[in-house]
């Protein structure tokens, strides 16, 4: 059976999806940075940077990396076709997410950590560019991977149901909405998905006036 570590409107969702999907055996272990800190602690014990969603494998193996995990449950379940046959651009926009807006909204969320000073000046100055990184690496992912979100029979891949998540934070989605108004019809239809929607729906029951 496999562990997910992770919590309520976090990343977690992306992959409580995927194991839908893949059908197989899993259980949820609450865990966050704002919880309980003993359930930290046991993350730690898997996963020195405490990162939300891990994913801890039958076999015992720990994967951590939302990306990852994607790209392992695609491969390891094809007939989930979380990957298609082609999957090079699915794989490369998954890792583009990871990379340029994943990582910015942990800065955004977090930018004491990124800076060797407590002067809040600074950290909101920091913050304000790295909002302006996102919201530009999310028009550039529109431009680029509006078309390889959904299956040929319109279902939701890896890269679509990451995008709907992660597009839910730090006004991204509303950004999206007004300049790139096609690719936000994609995320609302992945968002529809029968599978999807009961899972975003617990994570966020507020949306879209969160």
Same mark, same amino acid.
């Given at each position: 059976m496999y562990t997910l570590y992770g919590t309520?409107?976090?990343?977690?969702?992306i992959i409580e999806v995927a194991l839908q999907r893949c059908g197989v055996q899993w259980r949820q272990v609450e865990a966050s940075p704002w919880g309980d800190p003993a359930s930290m602690e046991a993350l730690a014990q898997i996963n020195p940077l405490r990162q939300i969603p891990t994913?801890? *494998?039958?076999?015992?193996?720990?994967?951590?990396?939302?990306? #990852?995990?994607?790209? +392992?449950?695609? $491969?390891?379940?094809?007939?989930?076709? $979380?990957?298609? +046959?082609?999957?090079?651009?699915?794989?490369?926009?998954?890792?583009?997410? #990871?990379?340029?807006?994943?990582?910015?909204i942990s800065i955004i969320d977090y930018p004491? *950590?990124?800076?060797?000073?407590?002067?809040?000046? $600074?950290?909101?100055?920091?913050?304000?560019?790295? *909002?302006?990184?996102? +919201?530009?690496?999310w028009q550039l992912f529109a431009d680029q991977?509006?078309?390889?979100?959904?299956?040929?029979?319109?279902?939701?891949?890896?890269?679509?149901?990451?995008a709907a998540a992660v597009s839910r934070w730090d006004g991204a989605r509303d950004l999206l909405v007004h300049s790139r108004p096609e690719c936000a019809?994609?995320?609302?239809?992945?968002? #529809?998905?029968?599978?999807?929607a009961p899972v975003f729906a617990w994570h966020w029951p507020k949306w879209p006036q969160e």
């Open positions: 309520r409107n976090s990343g977690s969702c994913l801890q *494998r039958p076999d015992g193996s720990v994967l951590t990396e939302s990306a #990852a995990i994607l790209i +392992h449950l695609g $491969l390891e379940y094809p007939e989930s076709d $979380l990957l298609p +046959h082609d999957s090079a651009q699915v794989i490369r926009g998954l890792v583009y997410i #990871a990379a340029n807006c994943y990582s910015a004491q *950590r990124w800076l060797d000073s407590e002067d809040e000046q $600074l950290q909101a100055c920091l913050t304000i560019g790295t *909002r302006k990184h996102l +919201h530009r690496a991977f509006a078309g390889q979100l959904l299956s040929p029979q319109s279902v939701p891949n890896a890269l679509g149901i990451m019809k994609i995320l609302e239809q992945v968002d #529809a998905d029968p599978l999807v």
